[in-house]
């Protein structure tokens, strides 16, 4: 296994964004970056502008002022053609998979490719079943509709989607949310070898405290509309700040914490055997 070379070089750039609706205030001047090949979380409390904030890094949602980068483009400034292909370039894990119900696993799996590749259905298939076999699916989980997959499976293959046309960059929704502790930790370790593997930058926005200590390089934490911390989890550890403090006081952060303390540098390796 080849391992990730981070770089400080900036792959997203988010600059004094603010995002309204109506009356309500979402962002305030929020302002971060994403380097090259590492994992960098965002969290933050209900209401923060988590889900909000990935929505206009992919395209989903555009805020009323201040600008964001990705790959060096502006996104405020792209036609539809170069929008397309900017898409192209990364991947997206929905929270609830996002997973068309009518089509099969592979079905799925293959879709990006037969919409944006002019690749034969046959290699397209091959793909698609590497691709589930990346995110440690059996071949005959792609003969079956996504009603019909474990929660952990659902997550697997709306995984195997999100890289079916070798993106770059990698969004991922609440990846471990609604799992059981076992097929969590699954999603874990997952998520730090297709990193290593591909030197892939990962933006996750997550509240399971496990994942966070376990593969994040970087944490932002959003509190009033804007970044009230950045750092690793080590580093947050460390700080006063309230809104940080509740990510780490209480059983649950405890629990997690020290468990991270296992680990070196919160990447979920034991200390022994260092990166």
């Known amino acids: 296994m080849t391992t990730a070379v981070q770089t400080t070089e900036v792959v997203i750039e988010v600059s004094k964004v603010s995002t309204r609706f109506g009356n309500h205030t979402v962002h305030a001047d929020l302002s971060l970056d994403v380097r090259r090949a590492e994992i960098f979380a965002v969290i933050g409390g209900s209401g923060s502008g988590k889900s909000t904030l990935l929505r206009e890094m992919i395209l989903l949602h555009t805020p009323?002022?201040?600008?964001?980068?990705?790959?060096?483009?502006?996104?405020?400034?792209?036609?539809?053609?170069?929008?397309?292909?900017?898409?192209?370039?990364?991947?997206?894990?929905?929270?609830?998979?996002?997973?068309?119900?009518?089509l099969t696993v592979k079905e799925n799996v293959g879709l990006p490719l037969r919409e944006h590749t002019g690749l034969d259905d046959t290699l397209i298939d091959d793909i698609?079943?590497?691709?589930?076999?990346?995110?440690?699916?059996?071949?005959?989980v792609g003969a079956q509709y996504p009603a019909e997959l474990s929660g952990g499976m659902l997550k697997r293959a709306a995984l195997a989607r999100a890289l079916s046309l070798d993106p770059e960059l990698l969004f991922l929704d609440e990846p471990t949310a609604g799992l059981d502790p076992d097929s969590a930790g699954g999603i874990d370790d997952l998520v730090l070898k297709l990193q290593d593997l591909f030197g892939l930058t990962i933006v996750m926005?997550?509240?399971?405290?496990?994942?966070?200590?376990?593969?994040?390089d970087r944490v932002a934490v959003l509190a009033g509309g804007k970044v009230v911390g950045i750092g690793s989890m080590p580093e947050l550890a460390e700080r006063d700040d309230p809104e940080i403090r509740r990510f780490f006081d209480g059983p649950r952060g405890r629990a997690a914490q020290q468990s991270g303390r296992h680990t070196v540098g919160g990447r979920g390796r034991p200390a022994s055997k260092p990166k």
Do not use: C, Y
């Open 128 to 140: 698609a079943a590497w691709k589930l076999a990346m995110t440690g699916l059996e071949p005959e």
């Open 64 to 102: 009323n002022s201040g600008s964001i980068r990705v790959l060096g483009l502006d996104l405020a400034t792209l036609g539809d053609a170069d929008a397309l292909a900017l898409r192209q370039r990364w991947g997206v894990m929905f929270q609830q998979g996002g997973l068309f119900g009518s």
């Open 205 to 216: 926005i997550t509240h399971d405290l496990d994942l966070l200590w376990q593969v994040a």
